[in-house]
C-alpha cells in the first residue's frame, strides 16, 4: 500500500477512490465499489460503477451476477449506516482492508 501513502487526499472520495483503486491493483481485481443504499460512494475500475455499486447495495445478497461478472457483495457497518464494498473477481472481506474505509470515513 506504499502507493496510497504516497498519494494522499484530505477529500474524502478522492482518498477513498485512491483506497479502492490499491485495493483493486493489489489484489487483482477487475473492479471495486463502494455504495450505500443512498448512493454510490467510490470506486476503481473499467466498468459502470456507479451500477455496479448501487447493484450489489440494492441486492443485498453475497453474490449478484451482472454483465457476465459475479458481484462479492461486503457489507460494512459504520454509525448509523451500512456501506457495501462490491468487488468483481473475489469477495474483500479481511479486517484491513475494511479498516481502510472506516478510517477515510
Not at 32 to 49: M, N, Q, R, T
Amino acid at each position: 500500500m506504499i502507493e496510497r501513502r504516497l498519494r494522499r487526499s484530505k477529500k474524502m472520495h478522492e482518498a477513498m477512490t485512491r483506497w479502492l483503486e490499491a485495493l483493486r491493483r493489489e489484489r487483482g481485481l477487475s473492479a471495486v465499489a463502494l455504495s450505500s443504499a443512498e448512493g454510490f460512494i467510490a470506486g476503481s475500475g473499467d466498468v459502470d460503477l456507479e451500477w455496479m455499486g448501487l447493484l450489489g447495495a440494492s441486492r443485498r445478497r453475497k453474490e449478484v451476477e451482472w454483465n457476465g461478472h459475479t458481484l462479492h457483495v461486503q457489507p460494512i457497518e459504520v454509525p448509523r449506516l451500512t456501506l457495501y464494498l462490491v468487488a468483481t473477481g473475489a469477495r474483500i472481506s479481511d479486517e484491513g482492508a475494511l479498516h481502510g474505509i472506516r478510517r477515510i470515513l
